[in-house]
């Protein structure tokens, strides 16, 4: 085969491969359902299973940086503390060593059939289950022919000298191996990828076992930029999570160098003593180290928590995501006090929606970034609430309650709901602020003024409306009624000035759409507002 034959057949199948591995975490996602999230926010109450969850998440994602990047993302958002995060990443280190042993199973001659079968249940029935078993089949059989295509693509590399010097230059410099692990790890975003193709040239002999190892270990060190890029303007304590995941590599390889003598010995012993095949024998070196890798860090995870706090200081969340006052134990002993509790997590809850509007203004005043990051994360910690409080006020309503107590749980159930559209009122906006920015709209000096005039009003208007269901106080909640009315006549006098701007000329129709928008979005979290404060009233 000429050259550009062989480099298309690289290039494709490591595309082909990539998707593969893309196609079958997607389908391996659907079959276990969306509880991925809530498994590592579940199970993970300690380092040990941090370490079992972050192994599981990762052989159904089919990707360590996959769930690394889902780890900072909960650790930014507050649903996970540091320590339990770096369990996590640590099982993650151990789970991303699935696929290769997937592909040391050498079934590549079985790819195209496996590939049939898949698409058969892909296009042939209309039952979402049997959909998501056919993509999950159907990736595994791609990542098979990918990699088969890559092989053939790279069969002649073992005849060209210059890269049989590089091998050369690999077993007698191991660093430079990990340097070409790691850079290419980074070029292709994906450890799976980069150990598959070493598994490959492992096997067509291009590669001999001495130089194949480092560029293994540089491999695992890759991996780890996707989640410092999954890091940058998160919270401090997600850099702290992505710190970890370099710091914990870095450790493991330098360990491993040291001791690349004995290590090597250890996996010709049970290559030679188990008859495993070349794809095989790297699988198994891969799961060696990053099992050993844990095992030796497993004890020192509080140490490593204590380096990145030093390295990284600061604040160490942004949004409290986690229930702070719900205690089932209250509930089995008083009922009355649980309710307070619960009365106590609302006002929490309504808190996190004011702070949430309060972003979503300065999103559309700044345009700055931050504030449009932090709109999803109020929202995320709202809707975590919703379910939170309202599964423990259903635990509480099947005790018996006073009339007072009854009046007050019937409150707080309502008044959950309307917070939590409060919250999807927020990101609407935000959303609105991203189509502005996206499509260039500018709104005139008078409208900008106008909306922040209706922002003041709303802001307030939810504050009081918070304040009454704390203290109780009727007066406020109906100071409440009154500004609801307000936000009422201005939504309409806003309205009518939009008309006249764009009469003028003064205003544009996309302008106009998303002003208007943004103005009856203002107008329905005053109603939430009010329902909240009829709730205090007592009216129905």
């Known amino acids: 085969m000429d050259l550009q034959t062989l480099l298309f057949m ?18 391996l996602q659907k079959v276990a359902g969306d509880g991925l999230r809530d498994l590592l926010d579940r199970f993970t109450t300690n380092p040990l299973m941090g370490i079992l ?32 995060a770096i ?26 059939p496996i590939i049939a079968v898949g698409t058969f249940l892909i296009f042939f029935f209309k039952n979402h289950k049997i959909n998501n078993y056919g993509q999950v089949i159907f990736g595994f059989g791609a990542l098979f022919y990918g990699l088969d295509l890559m092989g053939t693509g790279l069969k002649p590399l073992r005849e060209v000298q210059a890269f049989a010097d590089l091998t050369v230059s690999m077993s007698d410099n191991p660093i430079l191996g990990v340097v070409i692990g790691t850079i290419f790890t980074i070029a292709v975003q994906s450890s799976s990828a980069a150990i598959g193709l070493l598994q490959t040239l492992y096997a067509q002999g291009a590669l001999s076992l001495d130089a194949a190892l480092p560029v293994l270990f540089g491999d695992n060190i890759g991996t780890t930029v996707t989640a410092i890029i999954a890091a940058i303007g998160a919270s401090v304590a997600a850099k702290r999570a992505a710190a970890t995941h370099v710091i914990f590599n870095l450790i493991g390889t330098a360990l491993v160098l040291i001791l690349l003598k ?3 010995y250890l996996i010709e012993l049970i290559r030679d003593a188990w008859s495993l095949n070349p794809e095989m024998t790297i699988a198994f070196a891969h799961g060696i180290f990053n099992v050993s890798n844990t095992i030796i860090q497993f004890p ?37 006090i649980a309710l307070g509790q619960g009365q106590k997590e609302v006002i929490r809850m309504a808190d996190l929606a004011e702070k949430g509007l309060e972003e979503a203004r300065n999103y ?7 504030h449009g990051e932090m709109i999803p994360q109020f929202e995320d910690a709202i809707n975590n609430l919703d379910r939170k409080i309202t599964e423990y006020l259903i635990q509480i309503s099947s005790h018996s309650l006073s009339d007072n107590d009854s009046k007050l749980h019937s409150a707080l159930m309502s008044t959950v709901r ?19 920015i996206a499509n260039k709209v500018e709104f005139s000096e008078s409208a900008n003024k106008d909306l922040d005039d209706m922002f003041d009003l709303t802001v307030s208007t939810i504050k009081q409306a918070i304040h009454a269901l704390d203290t109780g106080n009727i007066d406020e909640a109906k100071s409440v009624l009154e500004k609801e009315d307000r936000i009422d006549k201005m939504e309409r006098d806003l309205r009518k000035k939009h008309i006249a701007r764009l009469n003028e000329g003064r205003c544009t129709g996309t302008a106009g759409i998303v002003y208007v928008d943004i103005i009856s979005n203002l107008e329905r979290i005053g109603d939430h507002a009010v329902n909240i404060a009829e709730e205090v009233i007592g009216e129905v």
């Open 10 to 27: 690289f290039f494709g199948g490591l595309g082909i491969f990539l998707f593969g591995i893309k196609y079958l975490g997607d389908g």
């Open 53 to 84: 969850s972050g192994i599981v998440v990762t052989i159904l994602l089919q990707t360590s940086t996959g769930t690394t990047v889902l780890t900072v993302g909960l650790v930014n958002a507050g649903f996970m503390s540091l320590k339990q």
């Open 87 to 112: 369990g996590v990443i640590l099982g993650a280190n151990i789970g991303t060593t699935a696929t290769a042993f997937i592909i040391g199973i050498k079934i590549s001659k079985y790819a195209l």
């Open 262 to 264: 004995p290590f090597t």
């Open 300 to 336: 020192f995870i509080a140490v490593l928590a204590w380096i990145v706090i030093k390295l990284i200081p600061g604040q160490d969340s942004v949004v409290e995501y986690k229930a702070v006052h719900l205690d089932e134990e209250f509930i089995r002993q008083s009922p009355s």
């Open 364 to 370: 559309l005043k700044t345009h700055k970034k931050k």
């Open 418 to 436: 309307d917070i939590e559209r409060i919250g999807d009122h927020m990101e609407n906006i935000m959303e609105l602020v991203d189509h502005k």
